[in-house]
């Protein structure tokens, strides 16, 4: 390879450092924002802001030290530039698309974890090649990689998990113990405490894992917390309780949410300060390698990369444009709210959509769990088990007054509980020298600590312990898969020179822009009027008003569901009706996610207007009905087409285009009514009803007259008449639908909503 095309990977590695930092940003903002964010402690404006100052304050206080080869992982003196740069551009090009993928799925994964692999997948590549290209021994493989260091991270891999979740589960058990859910009516002083223990924790980690190589704490401060870290930390418990007091006292300030904002900073600015590394930590030591091979005079499958094992100072203008990118990020990325929604979900309190399906596993871990709880239980006495149920007593359900997207995961002391565990376990994880990943300590603390709070009931327990094997199972993946794929884009680029390292570069450009762009379908899909929504109103009027939008959606998937079917029936379009299946199961799916809130709907009511659970319940009836009809014209369509048999004659396509087409001008005549809330307009298309079921009633005749004379294939006459019987019960259930909202409405109620003030 030439000199040019070192300077070409130098400038790929710069793009990639960008791309990397937006894709890891998108990744490990679940770190510091899903216990604020699902807490609601305070506005997302809010949260965003903290944590952008967060990160903005600890891309600077890193001070710039990328110290990638001192990590351990391969040693630079055995290691000539061609191989190293070889050796960098596997690692970026695997790291990027890895996390996109994960990110894409919306789940968590360690960014520290990923580049610690890919260095050591890529290093193990090329050490290999060297050897074989010496005639050496493979033993000798510790000569170019340090074991030591790759079996101490794996290590810590398997302690952070377990380590952090149970640490997590134990403090929040205690917490709710002392605290309870009623935690609001509790003297000042209960809080006060909580918060100088809390906030204590936080400010020692912003210290030890935040600004440990700021200047600021240099000379006597920094002497003064290494040698009487002990009384450093009783003196700051004392100072902030008593400082927590005066503020709940005398400034009627929430301590709990103080504590989540201050958490929040902390975790911002640790990410920042440390994880840095991890997305431009390659890049910076690529440019590094590079200047001092060019200024030598040395070939580059000569010169010996021993300068890297100096520590890489970043220039402060780089750390503050990194800083910026990873801001920006976090405020406008859709993947870094996928991601935190995970987390926040498998954490929440309350029951709701799962969005994970159990497994054997997960279902044998809760059976032995409940059998292990109530051996637990049966040992204590039944006056200490009573006083315990006592007090993870849940308040009463004010909450659920207020609108779905507005309730609260979980309450602040398990929000406060999180950021506090968090932080120490990862301040005294960094003073041990324990390779701790934040991405595992924050989400594991937050599953312990949603365990304890009893938020895995009998309802959700095997959803959500499913979701955490699921997230677990992918982070060990993550492992196994950036040493693969890093080790062998690292031999693919070595043995295809510059033409395969081009290749890999367009691969994961043209992969996270695919990604990019299907996250924007997928976000405007789910913001667009297609998607259904709960209904909360409290009367028949609100819910008339509220799920117009709903029918309205149904109308116009059933519309182009049906006709879809037909045509694929006609032209024995396959493909066109295995996406049409799809399409149905979809519109299934959220329907009976909308049946799944009818507790919470019921619950929501005052008992002056228990009508409109009935009607709310009817309604969706009427929608499942249309629903599964769809659901078999296009199923029996498929296997019609599916198993090769004969196709429909010409006559009986011609009759069912007919029929579509009737279906559709009644179709779109209700789609207006309910999107222009010209709810009278509905009698209209009552009274020409007959048109629709009189057309059916006729193709039946017509069918059966051709049975008896014409019709030779029994498969086609078994569809023909599958296809219409089922028409006929779709336009049922869509007449009784609209008799419904026809005879309810009444245009001069105003609709009764909730008072969201009323919490």
């Known amino acids: 390879m030439g000199e040019n095309i070192y300077l070409f990977m130098i400038a790929a590695l710069a793009i990639l450092a960008v791309t990397d930092l937006v894709v890891g940003v998108s990744n490990d903002a679940v770190n510091f924002l899903n216990s604020a964010i699902g807490s609601k402690a305070v506005s997302f404006k809010t949260i965003m802001i903290v944590a952008s100052v967060g990160i903005a304050l600890g891309a600077i206080s890193s001070s710039g030290m990328m110290d990638i080869a001192k990590t351990g992982i391969f040693n630079p003196n055995n290691f000539v530039f061609s191989e190293v740069m070889i050796i960098f551009m596997a690692v970026m090009i695997t790291d990027i698309l890895l996390l996109d993928f994960f990110n894409t799925l919306g789940m968590p994964t360690s960014t520290t974890v990923s580049i610690v692999f890919e260095l050591l997948g890529a290093a193990v590549a090329i050490s290999v090649i060297k050897i074989f290209a010496l005639d050496d021994s493979l033993v000798n493989i510790g000569a170019y990689i340090n074991t030591d260091k790759a079996t101490e991270i794996i290590i810590g891999i398997l302690l952070s998990v377990i380590i952090a979740f149970s640490v997590g589960a134990i403090v929040q058990f205690f917490s709710r113990l002392l605290i309870t859910f009623k935690f609001e009516e509790k003297p000042k002083w209960v809080s006060s405490i909580f918060g100088g223990l809390a906030i204590t924790g936080i400010i020692y980690f912003i210290i030890v894992k935040g600004l440990k190589s700021a200047s600021i704490l240099d000379g006597p401060i920094s002497d003064f917390i290494t040698n009487q870290t002990n009384l450093f930390i009783v003196l700051n418990i004392i100072f902030w309780t008593l400082i927590s007091w005066i503020l709940s006292v005398f400034f009627k300030t929430n301590i709990y949410k103080l504590i989540i904002l201050l958490g929040t900073f902390a975790l911002a600015m640790a990410f920042a300060g440390n994880d840095l590394v991890n997305f431009i930590g390659v890049p910076i030591a690529a440019l590094q390698s590079y200047q001092d091979w060019s200024t030598s005079g040395v070939l580059a499958a000569d010169y010996k990369m021993s300068g890297l094992t100096n520590a890489v100072q970043t220039p402060v203008y780089l750390l503050l444009v990194s800083g910026i990118i990873m801001i920006l990020t976090i405020w406008f990325s859709t993947k870094a709210k996928n991601v935190v929604k995970t987390s926040v979900d498998l954490s929440r309190q309350d029951e709701g959509e799962e969005r994970f399906e159990p497994n054997f596993l997960s279902r044998q871990i809760v059976r032995f769990s409940i059998k292990a709880s109530e051996s637990f239980s049966s040992l204590l006495p039944q006056v200490v088990h009573d006083r315990i149920n006592t007090r993870f007593e849940k308040t009463a359900p004010p909450v659920l007054k207020v609108k779905e997207q507005d309730k609260p995961a979980f309450d602040l002391v398990r929000a406060a509980v999180n950021l506090m565990v968090a932080s120490v376990l990862i301040s005294l994880a960094t003073s041990m020298k324990l390779p701790l990943s934040t991405t595992y300590v924050t989400f594991m603390v937050a599953m312990g600590s949603s365990l304890a709070d009893k938020a895995w009931g009998a309802e959700s327990a095997v959803y959500r312990v499913a979701g955490v094997l699921n997230v677990i199972g992918g982070w060990f993946f993550t492992a196994i898969i950036a040493f693969v794929a890093s080790a062998f884009i690292a031999i693919s680029i070595h043995y295809g020179g510059t033409l395969v390292m081009g ?76 996406k049409n299946k799809k399409q149905v199961a979809k519109l299934t799916k959220e329907i009976d996610e909308l049946r799944d809130n009818i507790f919470y709907f019921i619950k929501n009511l005052d008992e002056s207007s228990l009508g409109a659970s009935n009607f709310y319940i009817s309604i969706l009836g009427y929608l499942q009905d249309m629903a599964q009809s769809l659901e078999y014209i296009n199923k029996v369509s498929h296997k019609h087409i599916h198993n090769n048999h004969k196709k429909l004659k010409y006559n009986q396509i011609k009759e069912l ?103």
């Open 657 to 759: 285009k007919e029929i579509d087409e009737k279906l559709e001008s009644v179709f779109n005549a209700m789609r207006k009514a309910f999107e222009s809330r010209s709810f009278e307009q509905i009698g209209v298309i009552l009274k020409n009803k007959h048109e629709a079921f009189d057309l059916v009633s006729l193709k039946i005749e017509k069918q059966v007259a051709r049975t008896r004379t014409e019709e030779s294939s029994p498969k086609n006459t078994t569809l023909y008449f599958s296809l219409l019987q089922e028409t006929k019960d779709l336009l049922v259930a869509t007449m009784n639908l609209l008799e419904l909202y026809y005879n309810e409405h009444d245009s001069s109620v105003k609709p009764a909503k909730i008072d969201m003030s009323e919490k």
């Open 503 to 578: 290749a890999f570069l367009v691969l994961a450009f043209l992969m996270i822009f695919r990604n990019y762009f299907k996250q924007n379908k997928k976000a405007k899909e789910i913001k667009a009027e297609d998607s259904l929504r709960k209904s909360e109103s409290s009367s028949i009027q609100g819910v008339i008003e509220e799920s117009a939008n709903n029918i309205s959606s149904v109308v116009k998937r059933s519309n182009k569901i049906y006709t879809t079917a037909i045509d694929g029936l006609s032209r024995q379009d396959l493909d066109a009706l295995k």
